[in-house]
């Protein structure tokens, strides 16, 4: 029987995850087809609801619909539940399982990618989104010895801390570089077709040299931030690493094997430049 996988978000038309788990499960002679399950939000139930069919092994959930599938969903546990936000549904023989893979993603990156420990570290998050709750989260299961936050709305910055608890702490002016071992840009900044695609989400000028620059966005791989800590000679790690453990994730709890990243990097990197190029 051919299985069924997908994403689920509002709009995916643009998401790399169909490449790239597409080319895991044909590594992996898995006979499974992942396909863009694009769900306005009133269509979300049924959408949930036919994950439990024992032809699908589950989904991806992108934005807008990581917090509304929580109630649709039979268990969720861990990090997903202290984020409220899932990422991954697995159905395990029609009961619907729901994960978080986004921050765990992010540490395998650091680690695999940047070789680069959190435990012990001093973090510096700008950003106080989805995408920094579940980063933060999973620094601080990691032992950082520090995550601090700063966002453009400090209001939000302010919750964040507040539900993340100590080390965590919220801060209300950018500070000096000097003191971080790595900085995460959290926000959209530098995003293509964000708000603000050639802007740097925070100066630079102040970081000391051993300090790892981090920017999640990954459409360009190469953004004004990587690009500007590249030329102060600081170490650089662009969001695709991120993008791509999450998947291996969730490739992982849907399948038990372990996921073929290599080849998964190189097939959203591929699609990546494609559409470079296409832009051009
Ligand atoms: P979100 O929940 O909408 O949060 C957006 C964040 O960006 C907020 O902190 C917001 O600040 C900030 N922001 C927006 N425009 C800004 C501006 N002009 N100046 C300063 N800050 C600004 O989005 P998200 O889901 O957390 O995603 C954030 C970014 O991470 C996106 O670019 C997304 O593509 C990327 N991402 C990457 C991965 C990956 O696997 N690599 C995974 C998830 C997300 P305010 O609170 O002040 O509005």
């Known amino acids: 029987m051919t299985r069924r996988a997908g994403i689920i978000g509002y709009p995916v038309g643009h998401s790399l995850s169909p490449v790239f788990q597409q080319a895991a499960f044909a590594h992996s002679g898995l006979d499974v087809v992942y396909e863009r399950w694009e769900t306005p939000l009133p269509d979300l139930p049924a959408r949930v609801a036919a994950l439990r069919a024992p032809d699908v092994l589950g989904a991806n959930v992108t934005v807008p619909h990581k917090e509304h599938v929580i109630p649709l969903l039979d268990e969720v546990g861990g990090l997903?539940?202290?984020?409220?936000?899932?990422?991954?549904?697995?159905?395990r023989d029609g009961r619907l399982f729901g994960f978080n893979t986004d921050g765990p993603g992010f540490v395998a990156a650091l680690r695999q990618e940047a070789f680069f420990e959190p435990?012990?570290?001093?973090?510096?998050?700008?950003?106080?989104?989805?995408?920094?709750?579940?980063?933060?989260?999973?620094?601080?299961?990691?032992?950082?010895?520090a995550v601090d936050i700063w966002n453009r709305t400090p209001e939000r910055a302010a919750v964040l801390a507040r539900d993340l608890g100590a080390p965590a702490r919220a801060l209300a002016d950018l500070p000096p570089l000097a003191g971080y071992d790595c900085l995460v840009n959290c926000t959209t900044v530098g995003m293509k077709g964000g708000p603000d695609p050639e802007g740097l989400p925070c100066p630079?000028?102040?970081?000391?040299?051993?300090?790892?620059?981090?920017?999640?966005?990954?459409?360009?791989?190469?953004?004004?931030?990587?690009?500007?800590?590249?030329?102060?000679?600081l170490r650089t790690l662009g969001g695709l690493p991120m993008l791509i453990y999450q998947g291996a994730l969730a490739f992982e709890l849907w399948t038990g094997l372990p996921a073929p990243v290599d080849v998964m990097v190189r097939a959203a990197e591929n699609e990546l430049a494609r559409r470079e190029g296409a832009a051009r």
Do not use: H, K, M, Q
């Open 80 to 91: 997903a539940a202290r984020a409220g936000a899932v990422n991954t549904i697995v159905n």
């Open 119 to 145: 435990g012990g570290r001093a973090f510096l998050l700008l950003g106080a989104g989805g995408a920094a709750r579940g980063i933060a989260l999973a620094l601080l299961e990691a032992r950082a010895a």
């Open 204 to 233: 630079l000028d102040s970081a000391g040299s051993g300090l790892l620059v981090v920017d999640i966005v990954y459409a360009p791989r190469v953004t004004p931030l990587l690009r500007a800590a590249a030329a102060r000679g």
